[in-house]
C-alpha cells in the first residue's frame, strides 16, 4: 500500500491545519494507523494512533490539542491541529502498521512550520 500525506504548510501560532494521509488501499486491514513527525536534528515522534478497534492515544505534548480521525471507508486518515505552537514545526508522516507480518508503512511526509 502507498500513504500519500497533505495538508501541511505554513500558519502561525494559535492557528489550525489538518493533516490528511491518503492510502492506495484498504487501511482496514491495518491494525494502527498513526501519525509521527520529525523536526530538524531530532528523532522521530510518535504523536496518535488509532486502532482498527476504534481507541486513540496522543502524545502528551499534542493532547488536547491534535485530533486524529480514521475513515475505514475514505481510506485516510485526518489529524486535526489547533492551537499550533512554533516547537510544532515539523515533517509529519503518516503510518500504517499491520500485526500480522509486522508490516509498516510510510508516507512520505508533509511539511508544518509554525511561525511566531
Known amino acids: 500500500v502507498q500513504l500519500q500525506a497533505s495538508g501541511g504548510g505554513l500558519v502561525q501560532a494559535g492557528g489550525s491545519l489538518r493533516l490528511s494521509c491518503s492510502a492506495s488501499g484498504s487501511i482496514f486491514v491495518f491494525n494502527v494507523m498513526g501519525w509521527y513527525r520529525q523536526a530538524p536534528g531530532k528523532q522521530r515522534e510518535l504523536l496518535a494512533t488509532?486502532?482498527?478497534?476504534?481507541?486513540?492515544n496522543y502524545a502528551d505534548s499534542v493532547k488536547g490539542r491534535f485530533t486524529i480521525s480514521r475513515d475505514n471507508g475514505d481510506n485516510t486518515v485526518h489529524l486535526q491541529m489547533n492551537n499550533l505552537k512554533p516547537e510544532d514545526t515539523a515533517v509529519y508522516y503518516c503510518?500504517?502498521?499491520?500485526?500480522?507480518?509486522?508490516?509498516?508503512?510510510w508516507g512520505q511526509g508533509t511539511l508544518v512550520t509554525v511561525s511566531s
Open positions: 488509532s486502532t482498527r478497534s476504534g481507541s486513540v
Open positions: 503510518n500504517a502498521y499491520q500485526v500480522r507480518g509486522s508490516r509498516s508503512y
